[in-house]
């Protein structure tokens, strides 16, 4: 039947959201933040609320930031207890496009718009994950942790079978659904270029990807965002430079892909030193695209650095333009 507590749970949220406001409250009670969507890739229909980042009160729970992105993105629901989504009103497109994987026979939706369980299939209905595992439990007793990611996928065959995890109900998995967890955390880099946000989402919708493929769609964010580092003493540039290919792109120290640094903005305490690690072409002088410098302390030589098309100078009392580029400013 439709809940209807989800009003006066969605107004609590409201509250105490902004509770966490008032200065004080925050620093009792806290914050988190969690990334939440709804996907139908096993009817062919893509995702139904694209991954939303939500800042929510510590202590919330997997039903607190359904409700959430449910209430902000105006969309009504009927929910069961112990906590589970049995339908979702308005987001059907009425066709299905099954993915290969799926032997069950597609029969009709709702007719209404509206999404839940016994559509199409008999085994059908919203599943929930959290960090790429199955629930065991209603989503009000999850309680979540910052940068937890919860996904409603829609089950047409098997309850669960499609969605490529271990289910534990009928038979075992369809497929291998490869942990896109990270892959949905770096959506929200910041200074993440839309290209590569798409080209991520189209890789997190796509059930089948691979490992490799969810590899280069994490580090497509990364690369896009750029790579800022602040040095506190002169010479500390590569240093940091290889610390972060190592912490930020999974690399291996010693083994170091330069081609990744594509934007590049360097600040605090740059010295010649640095500048001639910038323009080494034996590390990232020919892959970096977009320099800014303006947060450097002294200014120095970028000559030879082919890839440049962007540039941005120290913000120093005089520069002179023609000595980092020896005169070729091409």
């Known amino acids: 039947m439709k809940i209807f507590r989800k009003k006066a749970l969605a107004l609590l949220l409201s509250v105490l ?63 069961g207890t112990p906590f589970y989504l049995s339908r979702l009103d308005g987001v059907d497109s009425g066709s299905a496009d099954a993915p290969d994987y799926i032997t069950e026979l597609i029969g009709a939706g709702s007719g209404n718009g509206s999404l839940g369980e016994f559509d199409y299939t008999g085994t059908s209905g919203w599943m929930i994950t959290v960090n790429h595992s199955l629930l065991s439990t209603g989503a009000d007793a999850r309680v979540l942790s910052d940068g937890d990611v919860v996904r409603w996928q829609f089950t047409v065959q098997g309850h669960g079978a499609d969605l490529g995890l271990s289910s534990g109900f009928t038979g075992g998995p369809l497929y291998t659904h490869e942990d896109k967890t990270d892959l949905l955390r770096a959506l929200f880099t910041p200074d993440a270029s839309d ?4 080209a991520a989402l189209d890789t997190i919708i796509n059930p089948t990807a691979t490992a490799g493929e969810i590899a280069a769609a994490r580090l497509g964010l990364k690369a896009s965002a750029g ?43 740059v010295t010649a ?25 002294a200014s120095g030589a970028l000559n030879g650095m ?22 070729d400013t091409a």
Not at 29 to 56: C, M, R, S, W
């Open 306 to 327: 082919t890839a440049l098309r962007s540039v941005i100078l120290p913000n120093l009392a005089s520069v002179n333009t023609l000595n980092y580029f020896n005169g």
């Open 227 to 269: 790579i800022v580092i602040e040095t506190t003493a002169g010479g500390q540039f590569l240093s940091l430079l290889q610390e972060r290919l190592v912490s930020d792109f999974g690399q291996t120290a010693g083994g170091y892909d330069y081609s990744v640094v594509k934007k590049l903005k360097l600040s605090g305490s």
């Open 17 to 79: 959201m902004c509770l966490s406001l008032i200065p004080g409250a925050a620093a009792a009670a806290g914050t988190i933040k969690v990334i939440v969507d709804f996907e139908g890739y096993n009817l062919g229909q893509g995702f139904y609320v694209e991954p939303k980042q939500l800042e929510l009160p510590a202590g919330s729970t997997a039903e607190d930031a359904t409700v959430a992105l449910l209430s902000q993105e105006g969309i009504t629901y009927s929910a």
């Open 273 to 297: 030193a640095d500048y001639t690690a910038i323009r080494n072409t034996s590390y990232a002088a020919n892959y970096i695209e977009e320099l800014d410098l303006s947060g450097a302390s």
């Open 195 to 198: 290209s590569a946000k798409s």
